[in-house]
């Protein structure tokens, strides 16, 4: 509908535009006509051709969670269908165990946002190699059968902008000595701290970029595809939802 009107405005300024060559000549009105046409069709174009170029980035994202999935999914049927494994001693990164399967680290670059170097734990500026987050389920040599519902069960998001961890932890710190704690339901709940005594931070919900595209982002899941969902459905009742479909805590170095 847009682009028909478009296409209307734009055969009308060009009928102008012949009628004042043929005359060699132009009035005022004719000049004001064609410059508040091009007006018009820039106002309708501009928004269209935004739109569409925010919907080749999804598109490109959604590819990347895509290859992701699929390399998460081939290294756990090379190692006894176990999940990668992370030593944080080592400073090691979850995706370089899928380089190997994805061989262009690209990857995982994603196009939802303009990156920037963000403040690590010593307060020093980096830049993170990933834009993507690994949900830290899986980061730790996790048998890939033990999930009830794979297909339901998020792996992988985009990390927050401003974040430099590259996992979040979706359950409450009690649930990992009282697996049965009410605190499941709580979302402000879900903290944690990188030593005793430093400061609680959300290990969930901040350091994920929740809404890139439309009120929601790309997630790639342990049956190894990917998909859009809004952020309101992946944290449907019971919490916290398509993010720890089984409520399971960290496995524990």
Same mark, same amino acid.
């Given at each position: 509908?847009?682009?028909?009107?478009?296409?209307?405005?734009?055969?009308?300024?060009?009928?102008?535009?012949?009628?004042?060559?043929?005359?060699?000549?132009?009035?005022?009105?004719?000049?004001?006509?064609?410059?508040?046409?091009?007006?018009?069709?820039?106002?309708?174009?501009?928004?269209?051709?935004?739109?569409?170029?925010?919907?080749?980035?999804?598109?490109?994202?959604?590819?990347?969670?895509?290859?992701?999935?699929?390399?998460?999914?081939?290294?756990? *049927?090379?190692?006894?269908? %176990?999940?990668? !494994?992370?030593? /944080?001693?080592?400073?090691?990164?979850?995706? &370089? =165990?899928? $380089?190997?399967?994805?061989?262009?680290?690209?990857?995982?670059? *994603?196009?939802?946002?303009? %990156?920037?170097? !963000?403040?690590? /734990?010593?307060?020093?500026?980096?830049?993170? &190699? =990933?834009? $993507?987050?690994?949900?830290?389920?899986?980061?730790?040599?996790? *048998?890939?059968?033990?999930?009830?519902?794979?297909?339901?069960?998020?792996?992988?998001?985009?990390?927050?902008?401003?974040?430099?961890?590259?996992?979040?932890?979706?359950?409450?710190?009690?649930?990992?000595?009282?697996?049965?704690?009410?605190?499941?339901?709580?979302?402000?709940?879900?903290?944690?701290?990188?030593?005793?005594?430093?400061?609680?931070?959300?290990?969930?919900?901040?350091?994920?970029?929740?809404?890139?595209?439309?009120?929601?982002?790309?997630?790639?899941?342990?049956?190894?595809?990917?998909?859009?969902?809004?952020?309101?459905?992946?944290?449907?009742?019971?919490?916290?939802?398509?993010?720890?479909?089984?409520?399971?805590?960290?496995?524990?170095?």
């Amino acid at each position: 509908m847009i682009l028909a009107i478009a296409l209307q405005l734009a055969q009308k300024c060009s009928m102008i535009l012949i009628a004042m060559k043929l005359r060699q000549a132009f009035t005022l009105i004719e000049l004001l006509v064609v410059i508040a046409i091009i007006a018009i069709l820039a106002a309708i174009l501009f928004p269209v051709f935004a739109k569409a170029k925010q919907a080749a980035k999804k598109t490109a994202d959604l590819s990347n969670f895509k290859q992701m999935a699929t390399a998460f999914y081939i290294y756990a *049927s090379d190692n006894d269908d %176990r999940s990668i !494994v992370v030593a /944080h001693d080592q400073e090691d990164r979850w995706f &370089e =165990s899928l $380089y190997p399967y994805v061989k262009n680290r690209e990857v995982f670059r *994603s196009p939802a946002y303009q %990156r920037k170097d !963000v403040r690590d /734990h010593e307060n020093n500026l980096v830049s993170p &190699e =990933s834009d $993507y987050s690994i949900n830290g389920l899986f980061s730790h040599g996790r *048998s890939l059968t033990e999930s009830s519902r794979p297909a339901e069960q998020i792996v992988i998001a985009i990390r927050g902008i401003d974040e430099f961890d590259v996992d979040y932890h979706p359950w409450p710190e009690s649930a990992t000595t009282n697996p049965g704690t009410t605190d499941w339901d709580d979302l402000a709940l879900y903290v944690g701290s990188e030593a005793p005594g430093e400061p609680v931070e959300d290990w969930f919900r901040e350091r994920l970029e929740m809404t890139p595209w439309d009120n929601g982002s790309n997630y790639a899941f342990l049956d190894g595809h990917a998909k859009f969902m809004r952020w309101t459905q992946t944290i449907q009742a019971p919490l916290p939802g398509y993010h720890n479909v089984d409520r399971f805590t960290e496995i524990l170095d």
